[in-house]
């Protein structure tokens, strides 16, 4: 039997997805409020999320109002406490849409779709809000949308 990624497309009830709820819920982060945000290529395949790679956790919709779903994040940041800065990913179509980076495919996508990765948002991810690391993104694609971000947010 295959499991599906997002855990409310089953009929049985279960227990909360990391990262919706508590303090290590992922929450939307305001990018010109963070402090200096540095931004490191370093990813690790220890089962924590890292810099440079491609983690799933809740991420809460923009309306903000408690829903949300399970998606894939890059993570492009580690603050001093701990948590995380990352950019949510869409198999949605984005063309021509300087919002969002394109990223192409990988195995974070089990479909193979190409995705996107939205620069006009950013999440604070807290370890223990990570449900499962997918894969590091290649350098170059890492580049590409940390440009993008330090261009926008001025960051390093």
Same mark, same amino acid.
């Given at each position: 039997?295959?499991?599906?990624?997002?855990?409310?497309?089953?009929?049985?009830?279960?227990?909360?997805?990391?990262?919706?709820?508590?303090?290590?819920?992922?929450?939307?982060?305001?990018?010109?409020?963070?402090?200096?945000?540095?931004?490191?290529?370093?990813?690790?395949?220890?089962?924590?999320?890292?810099?440079?790679?491609? /983690?799933?956790?809740?991420?809460?919709?923009? &309306?903000?109002?408690?829903?949300?779903?399970? =998606?894939?994040? +890059? !993570? $492009?940041? @580690?603050?001093?406490?701990?948590?995380?800065?990352?950019?949510?990913?869409?198999?949605?179509?984005?063309?021509?849409?300087?919002?969002?980076?394109?990223?192409?495919?990988?195995?974070?996508?089990?479909?193979?779709?190409?995705?996107?990765?939205?620069?006009?948002?950013?999440?604070? /991810?807290?370890?223990?809000?990570?449900?499962? &690391?997918?894969?590091?993104?290649?350098?170059? =694609?890492?580049? +590409? !949308? $940390?440009? @993008?971000?330090?261009?926008?947010?001025?960051?390093?």
């Amino acid at each position: 039997m295959t499991t599906s990624p997002n855990a409310s497309d089953s009929a049985e009830p279960s227990a909360p997805l990391p990262g919706s709820h508590g303090p290590g819920a992922t929450v939307e982060a305001h990018p010109r409020s963070v402090g200096t945000v540095r931004t490191t290529y370093a990813p690790d395949p220890d089962g924590d999320p890292d810099p440079g790679e491609i /983690v799933w956790t809740w991420v809460p919709y923009e &309306e903000n109002d408690g829903r949300g779903k399970d =998606r894939p994040v +890059l !993570v $492009v940041a @580690r603050e001093p406490g701990g948590t995380l800065l990352a950019v949510q990913l869409s198999s949605k179509r984005h063309n021509n849409d300087r919002e969002w980076v394109p990223l192409g495919t990988g195995p974070w996508d089990r479909a193979g779709r190409d995705s996107w990765v939205a620069v006009d948002r950013i999440l604070r /991810v807290h370890p223990a809000g990570m449900r499962r &690391e997918a894969c590091a993104l290649d350098r170059g =694609r890492f580049n +590409l !949308v $940390v440009n @993008r971000l330090r261009e926008r947010y001025g960051w390093r």
